[in-house]
């Protein structure tokens, strides 16, 4: 009987081969200037590298107008949009070039989406290197679209990365948490707040301000708290103003995921690591039926918008028809040669508008390839061809992509 009962429970195992490999998860790093995301990202990536079997990430750069970078990414918006070149055609200056870069960028995102997908099966995390003025990414329109995009198909959490040498003040260390908290409620992700640089800076005072309101006001009362006090010995407003904001945000920090990490000595990031496992249970628990719930909503009122459209669309041409009977002839019969014709129409929309190609690095590895948006369709070359073409402008003496002139927007 007692073999029986082994046998039967051996057979009813499930193989390991049969268990389903979990989605990869989305780390998107967004930080103060300087507060060294791609420092950070680097480290993360050699962390990873290092663990035994290694475990390597899918990496894209998202800083059209970085020079430099410390890690390999698989994907680089500057393989694909020229920032300088966007420049100068929009006659824009540096934060708005990064901004336009970056948007021209997000409407070929879904192709971004489908090689991220390719590589589902081989990898653990997905890192987004976002660009290093904070607000290009959070309050864009193609901020919010690519971090809604990434939700929607893989878990993801948002790595907030702080400077900690520089939060030693209660009055900065209150402003970056009052951004931590205003790009959580706009995110509406996982959010883990990352203590960099703890090898110049110590983050032991930031984490018991989060978990003591008292040591917090001590801070402020102290010698730290500069500006606190008048003349008279009085708090100022900006003293009580901030003995508010502590009280607030005293109940955002019980809900709050906080690590303090070494990007330079790579302490904490086993920590940090853990944390983003933790947030993979939280984001299927928690976030990701709000986000299918809209969804389901938008694409609801969508198509509402769309049929509402359409037949708006067909009653004018009724009744323009019925007023002018020759003046379009048999082109609008409501046929099925019309449906035909305007189906072509669509396929020819879609011919002009097809893939630009983006080069996915651990694929093909050619130096400057890249495609440029700023440039016309009907002059634009393939990937490998780019800078070919590029090298040939340049020794005839004209830049890759002069007299294409293009409008201003608005």
Not at 131 to 150: H, N, R
Not at 255 to 264: H, M
Not at 284 to 302: G, N
Not at 365 to 385: C, F, K, M, N, W
Request: include cysteine.
């Amino acid at each position: 009987m007692a073999e029986h009962s082994v046998s039967e429970s051996h057979t009813s195992a499930p193989s390991i081969e049969n268990v389903p490999k979990k989605k990869p998860i989305a780390i998107i790093t967004i930080g103060m200037a300087g507060a060294g995301k791609s420092t950070f990202v680097s480290r993360l990536n050699s962390y990873l590298h290092s663990q035994d079997p290694p475990t390597p990430p899918y990496i894209l750069n998202l800083d059209p107008a970085v020079t430099h970078l410390p890690y390999e990414p698989n994907i680089d918006i500057r393989d694909t949009v020229s920032y300088k070149e966007v420049m100068k055609q929009y006659n824009l200056g540096p934060n708005g070039g990064i901004l336009t870069a970056l948007n021209l960028f997000t409407t070929k995102f879904d192709q971004v989406l489908d090689l991220v997908e390719k590589r589902a099966d081989t990898v653990d995390y997905i890192v987004l290197d976002t660009p290093g003025q904070i607000e290009i990414f959070t309050w864009s329109a193609s901020g919010s679209i690519i971090t809604t995009s990434l939700a929607s198909s893989l878990p993801s959490v948002i790595a907030y990365i702080v400077d900690t040498p520089r939060t030693t003040s209660p009055a900065t260390f209150m402003s970056n948490m009052l951004y931590a908290c205003s790009i959580l409620y706009k995110t509406k992700l996982p959010f883990i707040v990352v203590f960099n640089k703890t090898d110049v800076q110590d983050a032991g005072f930031a984490m018991e301000w989060m978990r003591d309101w008292e040591e917090f006001q001590g801070a402020l009362n102290s010698g730290n708290g500069n500006g606190m006090t008048d003349g008279e010995g009085e708090p100022t407003y900006m003293s009580s103003l901030m003995n508010s904001m502590s009280l607030v945000l005293d109940e955002f920090y019980k809900n709050l995921t906080a690590t303090a990490v070494s990007s330079r000595t790579g302490d904490g990031f086993s920590d940090f690591l853990a944390a983003v496992e933790a947030s993979r249970e939280e984001y299927e628990k928690d976030y990701l039926p709000e986000i299918l719930a809209a969804q389901e909503i938008r694409a609801k009122t969508l198509d509402q918008v769309k049929q509402d459209s359409m037949n708006r669309a067909m009653e004018d041409m009724k009744l323009d028809k019925e007023k002018n009977p020759g003046r379009f002839g048999d082109r609008f019969d409501g046929t099925e040669a019309e449906d035909d014709e305007i189906e072509e129409e669509y396929d020819e929309y879609d011919d002009e508008n097809e893939e630009i190609g983006l080069v996915d690095r651990s694929e093909e590895r050619g130096p400057g390839e890249y495609i440029d948006l700023t440039r016309p369709t009907a002059t634009r070359t393939h990937p490998t061809q780019a800078r070919s073409q590029n090298q040939r402008r340049t020794e005839a003496g004209t830049g890759g992509g002069e007299g294409v002139n293009w409008p201003r927007p608005g």
